[in-house]
């Protein structure tokens, strides 16, 4: 009898879980909409990017095309972060992943701040050849993260082009939703950090292979060396 009372509840709770669900977020041509500019705008930033790694620095001095592949970068990189907002808040409504969702945008208006100060450092970043690939992790994990959240949500009028997914498939992308979110999450802290301590002298110096030859020295080193000097001074010490 408890076998049963608890298959019941299960099925009971699953169905709700699906109504819910369609009751939130039932056909929206405007949140419909947003995911295709998301999908469109995560593309515009990365061919500005593309557009900005392919020039060449010459000297210290900026050509014509360079500061205008530079402006268009920050501009597609801000407008990527609106949109991704956009796309978070749509998230917030899906049962069971609102604390991974509240998380990332917290992250997200952490790096958006970052940006607005430090606008030189976005660039700084953008042209480390070390550091440079965040940008697209980042897009490419928010572009996967999107394309599940989708598929989860009845977005379309016509109930015949929504995915179809038995319960099983619906929690599976659920997780997958969830450690998204957790990867991206990882991923907007360390651009935080990454933009924060990164300057535009660190990213020439990374271009050009110069710097390299600096070697901080380990504290042994300097112990030993501090030791014989005080040695040698102690030696010629006359009393």
């Known amino acids: 009898m408890n076998n049963i ?15 819910s669900l369609f009751a939130q977020n039932g056909p929206d041509g405007v949140r419909a909409g947003m995911f295709a500019a998301y999908a469109q705008q995560a593309k515009k930033a990365l061919r500005a990017q593309d557009v900005l790694l392919a020039g060449n620095l010459t000297g210290h001095k900026y050509l014509k095309e360079e500061v205008a592949a530079t402006t268009n970068f920050q501009r597609q990189f801000n407008d990527y972060l609106n949109s ?16 991974e969702v509240d998380e990332a945008m917290k992250n997200v208006k952490v790096v958006k701040g970052i940006v607005v100060r430090q606008p030189a450092n976005v660039l700084a970043v953008a042209f480390s050849q070390s550091k440079n690939n965040i940008y697209t ?23 015949d082009k929504n995915a179809k997914m038995t319960q099983y498939e619906r929690f599976k992308v659920m997780d997958n939703i969830r450690l998204n ?9 360390t651009l935080s950090r990454l933009i924060h301590y990164t300057t535009i002298m660190d990213s020439w ?28 001074h102690a030696k010629g010490v006359k009393y």
């Open 5 to 19: 009372r608890r298959a019941t509840i299960s099925v009971i709770l699953g169905f709700s879980l699906s109504i």
């Open 84 to 99: 991704f907002d956009d796309i978070l808040t749509v998230a917030a409504d899906i049962y069971g992943i609102y604390m």
């Open 137 to 159: 992790d980042i897009i490419e994990n928010g572009l996967k993260l999107a394309a599940d959240i989708e598929q989860i949500l009845p977005l379309k009028k016509d109930q």
């Open 181 to 189: 979110l957790r990867t991206l999450n990882r991923k907007l802290r």
């Open 205 to 232: 110096y990374d271009l050009k292979g110069t710097g390299k030859e600096y070697q901080p020295r380990k504290m042994g080193s300097i112990t030993k060396k501090c030791l014989k000097t005080w040695m040698k």
